[in-house]
């Protein structure tokens, strides 16, 4: 049986129904993370979020920034994004890959990749990364996040009821641990450490911080270091 990401299995209504069940301790995680990024954002910054899904993180931002790009690759999700935000002038969202991004250099103050993005894309993280750090303007931060160790617990506790639910497979608590979930029927649920973050995120053109948010997320902040044209 092949290996299904959580991106591929997961999208629109699908998708929002696992972060409607959220338990508590998720749910203040969640928040914790978009409180964090928001905290970057200002009233003339330009952000970019890879992997926007529904718009759960747009709506905050498109409070907060000048102007918002959300870009994801299901359609179901950016439908309903658009309806979510119809009422944001300042928010666009569109279809593309993270990992190739049909966008200029140095467009974005701010890129925003997080809810354990790089690892639910299935894509070439390094690409991922590349692309983030060149649409980013001079002096620019792009934010990645996964998930922290010791929240292990309650991430699985939160994929144990999304399987309950039927929004993914059973999961095989045999091949489950180490900040992997694997489920039956070929789902699989990754995560990055500091390690993986640092090698990722590396330049001589940038400072590299990672960090742990509410004892539950694990921030690479990477900001920009090259001076503008």
């Not at 991004?101 to 354990?116: K, P, R, S």
């Not at 990364?129 to 980013?136: H, P, Y």
């Not at 010791?150 to 993914?168: C, M, S, T």
């Amino acid at each position: 049986m092949g290996t299904r990401s959580y991106y591929e299995g997961l999208a629109g209504l699908r998708l929002k129904r696992c972060y409607d069940l959220a338990p508590p301790r998720v749910r203040r995680a969640l928040e914790a993370e978009i409180e964090f990024v928001l905290r970057l954002a200002t009233p003339d910054s330009t952000t970019l979020e890879l992997g926007c899904g529904y718009g759960r993180v747009l709506e905050p931002l498109a409070a907060r920034a000048r102007a918002i790009l959300g870009i994801d690759t299901s359609l179901p999700s950016l439908r309903m994004a658009r309806e979510r935000l119809r009422g944001a002038g300042n928010c666009r969202v569109a279809a593309m890959d993270a990992s190739r991004l049909a966008l200029g250099a140095d467009a974005f103050d701010i890129v925003v990749c997080i809810q354990n993005g790089l690892s639910a894309f299935q894509v070439d993280q390094r690409e991922v990364v590349r692309e983030a750090l060149r649409v980013l303007r001079p002096d620019g931060t792009a934010l990645f996040s996964s998930y922290a160790e010791r929240f292990w617990p309650d991430r699985l506790e939160w994929f144990r009821i999304q399987a309950d639910h039927g929004l993914i497979g059973e999961i095989d608590e045999t091949a489950t641990g180490a900040g992997v979930i694997v489920c039956r029927d070929g789902f699989r649920a990754t995560t990055l450490g500091p390690r993986d973050f640092e090698s990722l995120a590396q330049g001589p053109d940038r400072s590299v911080d990672i960090l742990e948010v509410d004892q539950s997320s694990l921030f690479c902040v990477v900001r920009l270091e090259r001076e503008g044209c």
